[in-house]
């Protein structure tokens, strides 16, 4: 266990008690000195410390700390506007002992103060963090003491890479995927107002790399809005950022045709679900569920779709939720086809579907959950922020495909 983790572990258990005994109490002061050796053995190798609390992740400076993957307290303290705490020089006891009843107070775990937000010793800072060029300030007060800057091309060409070594007919980098899942959930949540980071398609031949990510953004995200849990949401991201694997083996002058496919083409495309899940069984790690979400992602509530499936249970619960994400980026997608549909072109499209081509009850819950967002990124846009980056910059936080109309029946035309 690292030495970060053994500190906010550490930390964890000192609130815990307090919370439980009151300050003053043997245990209260045991587990508080505890806290604080961590505290002081991490600040002998490195002065100023950083750590950044999101939903379900947590951050060590920059560095994602796996262990504390789900972490209750990360939630707790990221709900009570503590997203970001820096220790910026040596830390004194009776600071620290400042720092444990003010975040007592906080979570409403500990006895009121007169004033819980005041300010506290110059050697500790308490804030919330925001995305680079994106969100408005937060309420009640709380400073903002980080901008957290994602612009994922190094996850894009991550996937790209992931791709290629499938391709060439190496063995799937289960740990790289997970890498590129934890970096988008991190954007996903850099602000506590969600803000989905897509991506824009700046190359056809990017495709199938920058669609994987949106669709695992997009299916995180409802996974977040259904209340799934966090590891059922990050089971699905590694789900949908695989769930096109076996495009990999479609040859790119079918899979950028321009026009209808012919037969022989058709059948090239639909033979995509049935090789991601071959290469997701044989991957030296079998992920089950990502298998499954590669086989399933086209199969529609009606039994219609590719692959046929003759079991009366249709496609499980996961597989329904991706095809939905799949489907609205496709469709807000500019392919060489087709020009892209808006989005309220493509949520028309999802509520017309409902109960034929998608699960009724999570088309509902996709359909909301943009449209709110919608209005946000609306709102967002509306307010001048300096230094804003242009909204077809790929790095954009709330990048989204755009593009012209288009007209009904691409899905009849064209199966991927």
């Given at each position: 266990m690292s030495d970060p983790v053994q500190f906010l572990q550490a930390l964890s258990q000192a609130l815990s008690t307090l919370g439980l005994y009151g300050a003053g109490h043997p245990a209260t002061t045991r587990t508080a000195e505890a806290a604080y050796e961590r505290l002081l053995d991490l600040q002998a190798r490195r002065r100023h410390l950083q750590f950044t609390f999101l939903a379900g992740e947590v951050l060590f400076g920059d560095e994602v700390q796996p262990a504390l993957a789900g972490w209750e307290w990360s939630e707790r303290l990221a709900a009570a506007g503590v997203e970001r705490m820096e220790f910026v020089e040596a830390v004194e006891l009776d600071a620290f002992e400042w720092l444990l009843a003010h975040l007592a107070v906080r979570l409403g775990i500990g006895p009121e103060i007169a004033d819980p937000r005041q300010t506290g010793p110059s050697s500790i800072r308490l804030g919330m963090v925001t995305l680079a060029g994106g969100g408005p300030a937060p309420a009640d007060g709380v400073p903002t003491i980080a901008r957290l800057s994602y612009n994922l091309r190094d996850e894009r060409d991550m996937v790209g890479w992931i791709h290629d070594e499938v391709r060439g007919g190496g063995q799937l980098p289960l740990l790289e995927a997970d890498a590129v899942v934890r970096s988008l959930s991190l954007a996903m949540h850099a602000e506590q107002a969600m803000v989905l980071p897509l991506l824009q398609l700046k190359e056809f031949d990017q495709y199938t790399t920058t669609h994987s990510m949106n669709v695992a953004v997009l299916a995180m995200a409802l996974g977040d809005f259904l209340e799934l849990g966090p590891a059922a949401v990050r089971s699905l991201g590694f789900a949908a950022l695989l769930h096109d694997l076996g495009k990999v083996c479609i040859p790119p002058d079918i899979l950028n045709k321009p026009g209808t496919l012919e037969p022989a083409e058709r059948q090239v495309v639909e033979r995509h679900p049935g090789v991601g899940a071959k290469i997701l069984l044989e991957s030296r790690d079998v992920i089950e569920l990502a298998a499954v979400v590669a086989y399933e992602h086209h199969v529609m509530i009606n039994g219609g779709g590719y692959p046929h499936m003759p079991d009366v249970r249709g496609a499980q619960y996961a597989s329904r939720l991706v095809h939905v994400c799949d489907v609205y980026d496709a469709l807000r997608t500019?392919?060489?086809?087709?020009?892209?549909?808006?989005?309220?072109?493509?949520?028309?499209?999802?509520?017309?579907?409902?109960?034929?081509?998608?699960?009724?009850?999570?088309?509902?819950?996709?359909?909301?959950?943009?449209?709110?967002?919608?209005?946000?990124?609306?709102?967002?846009?509306?307010?001048?922020?300096?230094?804003?980056?242009?909204p077809d910059s790929p790095s954009h936080p709330t990048a989204l495909v755009t593009g012209m109309d288009m007209g009904p029946g691409f899905f009849h035309s064209r199966p991927d």
């Amino acid at each position: 266990m690292s030495d970060p983790v053994q500190f906010l572990q550490a930390l964890s258990q000192a609130l815990s008690t307090l919370g439980l005994y009151g300050a003053g109490h043997p245990a209260t002061t045991r587990t508080a000195e505890a806290a604080y050796e961590r505290l002081l053995d991490l600040q002998a190798r490195r002065r100023h410390l950083q750590f950044t609390f999101l939903a379900g992740e947590v951050l060590f400076g920059d560095e994602v700390q796996p262990a504390l993957a789900g972490w209750e307290w990360s939630e707790r303290l990221a709900a009570a506007g503590v997203e970001r705490m820096e220790f910026v020089e040596a830390v004194e006891l009776d600071a620290f002992e400042w720092l444990l009843a003010h975040l007592a107070v906080r979570l409403g775990i500990g006895p009121e103060i007169a004033d819980p937000r005041q300010t506290g010793p110059s050697s500790i800072r308490l804030g919330m963090v925001t995305l680079a060029g994106g969100g408005p300030a937060p309420a009640d007060g709380v400073p903002t003491i980080a901008r957290l800057s994602y612009n994922l091309r190094d996850e894009r060409d991550m996937v790209g890479w992931i791709h290629d070594e499938v391709r060439g007919g190496g063995q799937l980098p289960l740990l790289e995927a997970d890498a590129v899942v934890r970096s988008l959930s991190l954007a996903m949540h850099a602000e506590q107002a969600m803000v989905l980071p897509l991506l824009q398609l700046k190359e056809f031949d990017q495709y199938t790399t920058t669609h994987s990510m949106n669709v695992a953004v997009l299916a995180m995200a409802l996974g977040d809005f259904l209340e799934l849990g966090p590891a059922a949401v990050r089971s699905l991201g590694f789900a949908a950022l695989l769930h096109d694997l076996g495009k990999v083996c479609i040859p790119p002058d079918i899979l950028n045709k321009p026009g209808t496919l012919e037969p022989a083409e058709r059948q090239v495309v639909e033979r995509h679900p049935g090789v991601g899940a071959k290469i997701l069984l044989e991957s030296r790690d079998v992920i089950e569920l990502a298998a499954v979400v590669a086989y399933e992602h086209h199969v529609m509530i009606n039994g219609g779709g590719y692959p046929h499936m003759p079991d009366v249970r249709g496609a499980q619960y996961a597989s329904r939720l991706v095809h939905v994400c799949d489907v609205y980026d496709a469709l807000r997608t500019r392919r060489p086809y087709r020009d892209a549909w808006s989005s309220e072109q493509a949520l028309s499209y999802i509520e017309s579907r409902a109960g034929l081509e998608f699960d009724p009850t999570i088309a509902r819950a996709f359909v909301t959950m943009i449209r709110r967002w919608d209005r946000r990124v609306a709102q967002m846009a509306a307010v001048p922020v300096i230094g804003r980056e242009e909204p077809d910059s790929p790095s954009h936080p709330t990048a989204l495909v755009t593009g012209m109309d288009m007209g009904p029946g691409f899905f009849h035309s064209r199966p991927d």
